[in-house]
């Protein structure tokens, strides 16, 4: 089979205007654990519609520029019988974004997919395009709880627990540009925007990585700043989650690329920057006015090259490697393991959700996502190479001395795609130590988007999935069981949208075996997303800070 049979209906999941701005109790179901309770944030479009103030329609092409909006569900256990109460807030997050579009039927800036106006002069407003500071701006693919750098230095005078702050003290949604949003926690309203230009005065690129990473014991955040340019310049920073100090830890020439997320070891930044090149040394990007079709067509002769960067003895970039061509979206978890030929050389393995080509950007025009439409270019066979394989490297025998030429990244496996994923996550105690288990949503061909969640074993390399028919989740966050002792000892958080009803709900599955424990029943349907941060009640995972 390799096209979608359409029999799992999702349209409602895309678009929709449902939200709530006050909280709402939902229905719950089943049993959720008394160590889940927390709040669990959501982020992605809110439908991709709107009519303009002369009665047209105006609509986002790709579901990467649909309107942003953040969720919110707070899972309490208020009675002493231990039932659990979910409460659940919505809210878009892009009041003069819509209004731009409402008054004018059009968009004045860089998006992600949509076209630019063939009228418009090639060298209008070419300067200062991506870095505008406006609440018109578009933002939210991830959510930062309590981002260094963005005035939540962490308090020494309290102690933090599991190597995190105590409580929620900012919410910031995220994209691949230099730019945050702040977003109120509570009514998630947005409160204005930031830039990296903040932290550290040589940020001032236009790429970054939607998907920064955090060390999970002292909650400093790592990313890279990239500026556009004929060889590119990246810079990759570190801040410090107790002071809000940034330091650039390496700079150095690389071919411009959308790079989404990075990986991050106990003494290592790994940075692979994977087959998806900005033409025309980002010129490109001003011509189309969107960054998809300033992607180069993908060049299976030219290598990944994966840079290996200090961050704990200032070495800065001390290693680079190369691999046969690929994409992805998103790094899974990264580790260091003593060399079995040298015992004073370092061995990294990194783990992702790999791509063999950047078809898969494509593919999520809403034409190829609604189930309602007939023909769709990526229903057939291209469909195939949009589907993730998990995949595992070594970069092999680091000794912090930069090799004059790149090393060869050893792949390790390459698993089937019918048991591979995408939006994955790991339980978050093992970030930057050896994992066994991933979890993320599948894509198995059987509607024209996610059809079911993943365990992934990477010892066997096999899976257990979860699915029903017609239901589709979204990404899964784990929640570590406190008495537990195996990695898998946990449940995971998702919201499923139940396509034949039309209505959404928070499903709490055994992290073991993907059974049901309970869920949470919406009133409407919760539009499909991209990613969460969530905070429990004496400890908090950010996902992917």
């Known amino acids: 089979m390799v096209a979608a049979t359409d029999v799992w209906p999702n349209d409602a999941g895309f678009d929709t205007s449902y939200e709530e701005h006050e909280p709402v109790d939902l229905v719950v179901k089943g049993t959720i654990p008394e160590y889940a309770a927390g709040v669990l944030y959501r982020t992605g479009p809110l439908g991709y519609k709107a ?34 109460k979910v409460q659940y807030r919505s809210r878009r997050t892009v009041d003069e974004y819509l209004e731009i579009v409402r008054q004018t039927g059009k968009l004045d800036g860089i998006t992600f997919a949509s076209k630019r106006d063939p009228c418009e002069s090639f060298f209008k407003k070419v300067m200062g395009m991506f870095q505008a500071k ?23 005078e309290k102690p933090a627990v599991n190597g995190h702050s105590n409580g929620i003290q900012s919410l910031h949604a995220k994209t691949d540009a230099p730019m945050f949003k702040k977003i109120d926690p509570k009514t998630l309203e947005p409160q204005g925007m930031a830039s990296q230009d903040m932290l550290h005065p040589d940020l001032k690129g236009e790429f970054s990585a939607a998907h920064g990473k955090s060390d999970p014991d002292t909650g400093d955040f790592y990313n ?102 690929l994409f992805c979206f998103h790094t899974i978890n990264a580790w260091e393991e003593p060399s079995p030929s040298d015992p004073k050389k370092t061995d990294i393995i990194t783990e992702i959700s790999m791509f063999e080509n950047t078809d898969v950007i494509h ?51 390459k698993a089937d795609k019918m048991i591979s994923m995408e939006l994955p996550t790991i339980n978050p105690h093992y970030l930057t130590r050896r994992h066994r288990y991933s979890y993320g949503c599948a894509d198995r061909l059987k509607s024209s988007f996610m059809d079911g969640l993943v365990k992934f074993d990477n010892i066997t390399q096999t899976s257990i999935i979860w699915e029903v028919e017609g239901h589709t989740p979204g990404e899964a966050i784990f929640v570590a069981d406190p008495e537990g002792k195996e990695e898998d000892d946990g449940v995971l958080l998702t919201v499923v949208l139940d396509g034949y009803v039309e209505r959404s709900y928070l499903l709490v599955l055994d992290a073991k075996d993907l059974t049901e424990l309970g869920r949470a029943e919406m009133a409407g349907p919760m539009s499909f997303g991209f990613h969460g941060a969530y905070k429990g009640r004496e400890r908090r995972y950010d996902g992917d800070i």
């Open 224 to 325: 890279f700043n990239l500026k556009l340019g004929p060889k590119g310049i990246y810079r990759v920073f570190h801040t410090s989650a107790k002071t809000g100090k940034t330091d650039i830890l390496a700079t150095f020439e690389g071919k411009p690329a959308y790079i989404h997320s990075l990986f991050l070891t106990e003494n290592y930044v790994i940075l692979c920057i994977w087959n998806s090149h900005i033409t025309w040394a980002g010129l490109s990007i001003l011509y189309h006015k969107n960054i998809l079709d300033a992607i180069g067509p993908f060049d299976p002769n030219s290598k990944a090259t994966w840079y290996i960067i200090d961050r704990t003895h200032g070495k800065g970039l001390v290693a680079k490697y190369e691999s046969d061509p």
């Open 363 to 413: 593919r999520f025009y809403y034409d190829n996502l609604l189930s309602s439409m007939r023909g769709r270019e990526y229903a057939g066979k291209k469909r195939l190479s949009c589907l993730p394989m998990q995949t595992q490297f070594r970069l092999a025998g680091i000794n912090a001395a930069n090799p004059p030429t790149p090393l060869q990244a050893e792949l390790l496996f």
């Open 134 to 156: 406006r609440n018109s701006q578009n933002i939210g693919v991830t959510l930062s709880l309590n981002m260094p750098g963005q005035g939540t230095v962490r308090d020494t």
């Open 51 to 84: 009519k303009t103030n002369d009665g047209k329609i105006w609509a986002a092409k790709h579901w990467f520029d649909g309107f942003s909006c953040v969720h919110r569900f707070q899972i309490d256990f208020p009675d002493a019988n231990g039932s659990a």
